[in-house]
């Protein structure tokens, strides 16, 4: 399942746990020189990165237990939409990824995301935003529903609905 993260921020994520290629003990230490990251960002071409041990853009530290943290730059999470981590070495460890999911910072802030949270829990946090704030009015020969515009600028959108001609109910999809 994805985590959200906010657009153009910095973040420390968790991934874990790294496993040997015997696939029985977890890692807890290893040269970062033959590691390879890879920053897949859509379905656009893979960023390779290099992973530093500390004081670097993007340091790989190991935590506790075969979990280890990995920093994210702002430049990192400046795209829009799906993003995955992946990490390879084939000499000390299995491949290991972990997909996040990019929304933009507005949104991220007026739904008090915080890091970790489900995709699910995202949507039902944002749609309860939306929910409180809309006004639905039926007329005829349409339905106008308007809410406040969720970036926080304060402004109000309006989507007028339009029913099919002497229709009384109709579902949208």
């Known amino acids: 399942m994805a985590e959200i993260l906010r657009q153009s921020s910095a973040v420390t994520i968790k991934l874990g746990p790294l496993v040997s290629i015997d696939g029985i003990h977890v890692v807890t230490s290893l040269n970062l020189n033959p590691v390879v990251c890879y920053l897949h960002k859509g379905s656009a071409a893979a960023e390779q990165l290099t992973p530093t041990a500390s004081a670097g853009d993007n340091d790989f530290v190991h935590d506790v237990g075969g979990w280890w943290t990995f920093e994210l730059t702002a430049a990192n999470t400046a795209t829009l939409g799906s993003l995955k981590v992946s990490f390879t070495d084939p000499n000390t460890f299995l491949p290991m990824w972990k997909e996040f999911h990019v929304i933009p910072a507005a949104l991220y802030d007026v739904t008090g995301l915080v890091n970790g949270i489900s995709v699910e829990t ?18 005829d020969p349409s339905i106008v529903v308007r809410y406040k515009d969720i970036a926080g600028t304060g402004n109000v959108v309006t989507h007028t609905i339009p029913l099919a ?3 009384r109910t109709q579902t949208i999809h």
């Open 165 to 167: 001609t002497g229709a």
């Open 122 to 139: 995202a949507l039902a946090r944002i749609l309860s935003v939306i929910v409180n704030d809309m006004e639905v009015v039926a007329t």
